[in-house]
């Protein structure tokens, strides 16, 4: 299996901050960068300590999100290990038993700028653009905070994350003289981070390290294709635990009545049916889970600090499902709409009803045309425009 389908099975996204200018030689004021990475976009790594797949590659911790070769020679190793494990009475989650899972790198850039060290490049060129081009420095002025994409921003916060990228913001801000710290997401970091620019700090914290938040294909509510893996994926056993994705599943406020799956007896189910078809796919539990997600950012409230909303458009984007053979096989008809290949249009124009009022910050939209998810974080139209938010 290629590192391409790895990413379909689990997816559907100086002082005073002076130095010299790469393409100029001007003195340029740079804000520093902090990334927040999409879905599947952080590296995993697992130390095994109960073995039953003799799955000896991973006992004294080795990588396990992206390992190719894990994958084609142990699948069911790789699958064991990402497995969450739910507790009902509290909401929480756990690692599978014997699998002690971490995401390594927090702070620095290399874990997210390839997710398979040469073979699976993510935020490399992106990167490597600022640094090269404007004299960035990795670890320090361009930084990143990978995160467990199996979770939401709840567990995310119980487990002291948000707590540590707040402490890392400070500090890049500090060590640049004062300047602020332009926050940079892509996909469900846009999820992530807001929950930390709404629920987390002040607005006067804001105002004082915050330079701007740039949402690239931003994935508010997901997309139908979180909704699909969720179904059908060939690795639903751990697929289904993962509260990330289930968080990702389109929500009712934003795609209302839309028909979502059809089922071969001609039973339709929309965002209001996702009991009856949890229970439908054979997995009941999954409502209560689903459930849990819902108040993370309920409403989708304004960030209230300088936004820059862009995303791709006029790609076709699965938009519904046709499951004529059973839930057990892949769907039979997919129908496709607007989006940028992986997130629907309707959820990436979320973030327009900010600038309607809803926050005193400014605020822009950029749509980028025929620029795919995950392309959105290496086209140069789109380099371009952060440069302008992060550069001056």
């Not at 004021?29 to 879905?39: A, C, D, R, Y």
């Not at 607005?203 to 931003?218: C, F, H, M």
């Not at 089922?263 to 929309?270: L, S």
């Amino acid at each position: 299996m290629s590192p391409s389908e790895l990413v379909v099975i689990f997816s559907f996204f100086a002082a005073a901050g002076l130095a010299g200018s790469a393409t100029t030689g001007e003195a340029a004021v740079l804000s520093p960068i902090l990334i927040f990475p999409g879905f599947i976009g952080s590296q995993l790594y697992v130390e095994v300590t109960s073995d039953p797949f003799n799955c000896s590659c991973c006992t004294s911790g080795q990588r396990l999100w992206v390992n190719q070769t894990l994958n084609d020679k142990q699948p069911e190793c790789l699958v064991n290990d990402l497995i969450l494990l739910y507790n009902e009475t509290d909401n929480t989650y756990a690692n599978n038993s014997g699998a002690k899972v971490t995401v390594p790198g927090f702070g620095n850039t290399s874990t997210v700028e390839y997710l398979e060290p040469t073979t699976v490049p993510y935020f490399n060129t992106f990167v490597s653009h600022f640094v090269d081009k404007f004299g960035y420095k990795r670890g320090k002025t361009i930084r990143a905070v990978p995160y467990d994409w199996r979770l939401a921003a709840g567990e995310l916060n119980r487990t002291g994350y948000y707590s540590a990228v707040k402490d890392l913001i400070e500090t890049m801000y500090t060590d640049s003289g004062g300047a602020k710290v332009t926050i940079v997401v892509h996909s469900m970091g846009g999820y992530v981070s807001l929950f930390f620019l709404t629920k987390v700090v002040t607005q006067d914290w804001k105002e004082r390290y915050v330079n701007g938040w740039v949402t690239l294909s931003g994935a508010w509510t997901g997309g139908s294709g979180a909704l699909e893996t969720i179904i059908s994926s060939p690795l639903h056993m751990a697929d289904r635990t993962f509260q990330g994705l289930l968080w990702l599943m389109p929500n009712y406020a934003i795609v209302n009545d839309t028909v979502l799956v059809r089922a071969g007896n001609n039973r339709t189910y929309t965002a209001k049916d996702y009991q009856a078809l949890f229970k439908d796919i054979g997995y009941p539990e999954g409502y209560q889970k689903y459930e849990g997600t819902l108040p993370l950012n309920k409403g989708f409230p304004a960030p209230n600090v300088s936004t820059h909303c862009f995303y791709g458009t006029d790609v076709d984007t699965k938009e519904s499902f046709v499951y004529g053979n059973g839930f057990d096989k892949p769907p039979t008809v997919t129908a496709y709409g607007d989006g940028d290949g992986t997130v629907n249009l309707v959820e990436l124009e979320v973030c327009l009803k900010w600038g309607k009022g809803e926050q005193s910050a400014p605020f822009e939209s950029k749509t980028f045309k025929k620029v795919k998810h995950g392309e959105m974080v290496t086209d140069s139209t789109v380099l371009k425009a952060v440069e302008k938010i992060v550069v001056s």
